[in-house]
């Protein structure tokens, strides 16, 4: 009996323990949920603003043009995030030179626990062509559930889903061209 005493207090500090993010409900966004609401900064690389039609100080995802948007959250310091990244600028590449996609189709990056300069490393180490955003706070990865990386969300950008998710997944793709067939297919485009 005592035993089972003992086992049920382990059990009640633990979940005593996961209570604020249950609480506070920081889950991960799947398919159908509205992706939490967080602020950017613009890039400063007129060419990256451009691309993603924004301008200003700061923007928000639903500020992006375009009709869905990629989002990849990684870390310069994931091994799998720097051995997918030739994956994902091809994935990038795939979106950019088919007409019917570019301009509708956008991807960016979002470095958890990444400074600016961390960021910027990663950029160029891995020659990223699409915008990456420091969260060296990890304000943003402790609204999304504080997922591991790299992790794909895929949120719709006009319409009346505007702001829902409609792909949701942790891992990045063995194949460029079947990854975005996928999230194609999932966005319904």
């Given at each position: 009996?005592?035993?089972?005493?003992?086992?049920?207090?382990?059990?009640?500090?633990?979940?005593?323990?996961?209570?604020?993010?249950?609480?506070?409900?920081?889950?991960?966004?799947?398919?159908?949920?509205?992706?939490?609401?967080?602020?950017?900064?613009?890039?400063?690389?007129?060419?990256?603003?451009?691309?993603?039609?924004?301008?200003?100080?700061?923007?928000q995802?639903?500020?992006i043009?375009?009709?869905?948007?990629?989002i990849?959250?990684?870390s310069?310091?994931?091994?799998?995030?720097?051995?997918?990244?030739?994956?994902?600028?091809?994935?990038?590449?795939?979106?950019?030179?088919?007409?019917?996609l570019?301009?509708?189709?956008?991807?960016?990056?979002?470095?958890?626990?990444?400074?600016?300069?961390?960021?910027n490393?990663?950029?160029k180490?891995?020659?990223?062509?699409?915008?990456?955003?420091?969260?060296?706070?990890?304000?943003?990865?402790?609204?999304?559930?504080?997922?591991?990386?790299?992790?794909?969300?895929?949120?719709h950008?006009?319409?009346?889903?505007?702001?829902r998710?409609?792909?949701?997944?942790?891992?990045?793709?063995?194949?460029?061209?079947?990854f975005?067939?996928?999230?194609?297919?999932?966005?319904?485009?």
């Amino acid at each position: 009996m005592k035993r089972v005493w003992i086992h049920l207090a382990i059990l009640g500090g633990l979940c005593f323990l996961n209570a604020p993010a249950v609480l506070a409900g920081n889950s991960t966004p799947q398919a159908g949920d509205r992706l939490p609401e967080f602020v950017l900064p613009v890039p400063q690389d007129a060419s990256q603003a451009a691309y993603l039609g924004v301008s200003g100080e700061s923007f928000q995802i639903s500020d992006i043009s375009g009709a869905v948007v990629i989002i990849e959250i990684m870390s310069m310091y994931c091994p799998h995030c720097q051995r997918e990244a030739p994956r994902i600028n091809s994935f990038y590449d795939k979106i950019e030179s088919d007409a019917a996609l570019k301009g509708k189709v956008k991807i960016i990056g979002i470095g958890i626990g990444n400074s600016a300069f961390e960021i910027n490393f990663f950029r160029k180490k891995y020659a990223v062509p699409f915008p990456l955003f420091p969260d060296a706070d990890f304000a943003i990865h402790k609204q999304i559930g504080e997922v591991r990386t790299p992790f794909f969300l895929g949120v719709h950008l006009t319409g009346p889903d505007k702001g829902r998710v409609f792909y949701s997944q942790l891992g990045g793709p063995d194949d460029a061209l079947a990854f975005l067939e996928k999230l194609l297919e999932s966005a319904g485009l």
